[in-house]
T-cell receptor
């Protein structure tokens, strides 16, 4: 079956611009996670959506970062007024809600802020 | 704050050798997962361990979860060049958020 998809695969933007990153989870997976992978920082949690519950935003590094999930499926991560330190690979993962620990990752979006 | 220390960071070995990667924490995790990541791709799940003391085998890979569910190890027997990649351990908290180790970059030389 189809895995987690993310778009775009690469994004180059100028400092100060806003960007939107998209994640399409595995069909039927109700939990969706965003992570960021950068050199020297490893993989870090950003935000978590579970069904209709309020998202867990505890990992968002600043108020320039926000995310939404429409219809319990597709999610968009938005970074406003991008900074060079935002350059990283942004990874999305989804998980089946019940009886499952496993998270399945998309290929990521490589964001470069110039 | 839960942290996972993974070691070694880099490992370069000859084909046929054995190796062990360690993942340690002072925190208890509800589960621990091992991933492998290739350049330009997302992490691919290898195994999930849940029960303290659990051992799982995946061909030449053996995964162990510590009795106290604070640490884990990955042992590869007779490594092959195809095993080359970045290996990541990740502990799950009560809401299944993953806390990742820093990764072990493995190079298996033919």
């Amino acid at each position: 079956g189809a895995g987690v998809s993310q778009s775009p695969s690469n994004k180059v933007t100028e400092k100060g611009k806003d960007v939107e990153l998209r994640c399409d989870p595995i069909s039927g997976h109700t939990a969706l996670y965003w992570y960021r992978q950068s050199l020297g920082q490893g993989l870090e949690f950003l935000i978590y959506f579970q069904g209709n519950s309020a998202p867990d935003k505890s990992g968002l590094p600043s108020d320039r970062f926000s995310a939404e999930r429409t219809g319990g499926s597709v999610s968009t991560l938005t970074i406003q007024r991008t900074q060079q330190e935002d350059s990283a690979v942004y990874l999305c993962a989804s998980r089946q809600q019940f009886h499952s620990y496993e998270q399945y990752f998309g290929p990521g979006t490589r964001l470069t802020v110039t | 704050t839960q942290l996972l220390e993974q070691s070694p960071q880099f490992l370069s070995i000859q084909e046929g050798e054995n190796l062990t990667v360690y993942c340690n924490s002072s925190s208890v995790f509800s589960s621990l997962q091992w991933y492998r990541q290739e350049p330009g791709e997302g992490p691919v799940l290898l195994v999930t361990v849940v029960t303290g003391g659990e051992v799982k085998k995946l061909k030449r890979l053996t995964f162990q979860f510590g009795d106290a569910r604070k640490d884990s190890s990955l042992h590869i027997t007779a490594a092959q060049p195809g095993d080359t990649g970045l290996y990541l351990c990740a502990g799950a908290d009560s809401s299944y958020k993953l806390i990742f180790g820093s990764g072990t970059r493995l190079l298996v030389r033919p």
